[in-house]
């Protein structure tokens, strides 16, 4: 069973992320990349849809093929997170594994490639089955696309 994060703590998140994000980018991901227990982590560098900023987000991931899939569950609260709707309004984004940097184009998954991927994403991290399970959206998947591989 997982506990859905209250709003008034996403503030010490968004601070906890962003040291995630120094030690993932100091190491090259050899801090960050992954933790035992949890699913492999990548930086995902977006522009904020109403801002116009740089944002860096970490997240999980699944591979497949030669694509990144990223979850977008906000850990089941009821609205999508804000790098989701980043994405799709700027789908050209730049991508951190590990040491590794690369452009890609998100888009998110069709129903058939959720339907196919979300085994595949509850395999790696069976967290996001209780996420699923206790909000009323359908959680997306983003796929990302590596650009002029």
């Known amino acids: 069973m997982s506990v859905q994060i209250p709003e008034r703590l996403w503030p010490l998140f968004d601070r906890?992320?962003?040291g995630h994000v120094?030690?993932?980018?100091?190491?090259?991901?050899a801090i960050g990349h992954s933790f035992p227990g949890a699913p492999p982590m990548l930086l995902l560098d977006h522009v904020g849809a109403k801002t116009?900023?740089?944002r860096t987000t970490p997240?999980?991931?699944?591979?497949?093929?030669?694509?990144?899939?990223?979850v977008a569950s906000k850990g089941g609260h009821p609205?999508?997170?804000?790098?989701?709707?980043?994405?799709?309004?700027?789908?050209?984004?730049?991508?951190?594994?590990?040491?590794k940097r690369m452009n890609v184009r998100g888009r998110e998954a069709t129903s058939e490639e959720r339907d196919r991927l979300w085994p595949k994403v509850?395999?790696?991290y069976r967290g996001y089955?209780?996420?699923q399970d206790r909000t009323s959206r359908r959680i997306p998947l983003v796929i990302l696309e590596p650009l002029g591989a």
């Open 129 to 131: 089955q209780g996420y």
């Open 52 to 54: 116009g900023k740089q």
């Open 22 to 29: 120094i030690l993932y980018r100091a190491t090259g991901g």
């Open 59 to 70: 997240l999980a991931y699944v591979r497949d093929g030669d694509d990144y899939v990223i």
């Open 16 to 18: 906890l992320f962003k």
């Open 79 to 99: 609205k999508h997170p804000a790098w989701f709707h980043n994405v799709l309004a700027s789908p050209d984004v730049r991508i951190q594994v590990r040491s």
């Open 122 to 124: 509850v395999e790696t």
